[in-house]
């Protein structure tokens, strides 16, 4: 059973449309982070959120944490061909481990 | 500060060899981990050390799998033998220790290619 259930595992727009991607779970977690991976490279941290039904925004990516703190999603504001990547999200776990979703992997086509 | 390196990027090698990934955490990192990325399975942690002792190794998916941690500012991960399921991204992550039940920030190395025919 996954942890972290992401959707869409795919998705490929037109440069300037906009976007929204999900991670769900039926767990309670204390905090959420969503990282970008690009292809070639390792995954990098875009943001974390602690709070139920905090946003928060970094340019043209708006971030929710669900009311429950068991869901979040990613928004995309007129997508750009920079924004492809393979966006993961990830929970804390026992320890210092994180557990990631299996990730969207997102194309955006000039 | 050069971030987490690894190498080699990329390997190939036969079926039965020995092969042995490097890792260069951040330096005054506590933690590190060792991931394994494979389009069917995602991310997968493999091992995580703490202060150069390794913690949870439950991800290591068999004995042809170890890993070290000698000293701070090095790691490796070893497969012998190998085999062609073996094939897959392996990433390197180091963190500063974790404080209350925020996760810190895991920086991750590029990654090791390896293709074992």
């Known amino acids: 059973t996954q942890l972290l259930k992401q959707s869409p595992q795919f998705l490929s727009i037109q440069e300037g449309e906009n976007l929204t991607v999900y991670c769900n779970s039926s767990?309670?977690?204390?905090?959420l982070q969503w990282y970008r991976q690009e292809p070639g490279e390792g995954p990098v941290l875009l943001v974390t959120?602690?709070?139920?039904?905090e946003v928060k925004k970094l340019k043209r990516l708006t971030f929710q944490f669900g009311d429950a703190r068991k869901d979040s999603s990613l928004h995309i504001t007129a997508a750009q061909p920079g924004d492809t990547g393979l966006y993961l999200c990830a929970v804390p776990n026992a320890g210092n481990m994180l557990t990631f979703g299996g990730g969207t992997r997102l194309m955006v086509k000039p | 500060d050069a971030g987490v390196i690894q190498s080699p990027r990329h390997e190939v090698t036969e079926m039965g060899q020995e092969v042995t990934l490097r890792c260069k955490p951040i330096s005054g990192h506590d933690y590190l981990f060792w991931y394994r990325q494979t389009m069917m399975r995602g991310l997968e942690l493999l091992i995580y050390?703490?202060?150069?002792?390794?913690?949870?190794d439950s991800g290591m998916p068999e004995d042809r799998f170890s890993a070290k941690m000698p000293n701070a500012s090095f790691s490796t991960l070893k497969i012998q033998p190998s085999e062609p399921r073996d094939s897959a991204v392996y990433f390197c992550a180091s963190s500063l220790i974790a404080g209350g039940p925020r996760a810190d920030t895991q920086y991750f190395g590029p990654g090791t290619r390896l293709t074992v025919l």
């Open positions: 767990s309670v977690f204390s905090s």
């Open positions: 050390f703490n202060n150069n002792v390794p913690i949870d």
């Open positions: 959120v602690v709070t139920g039904g």
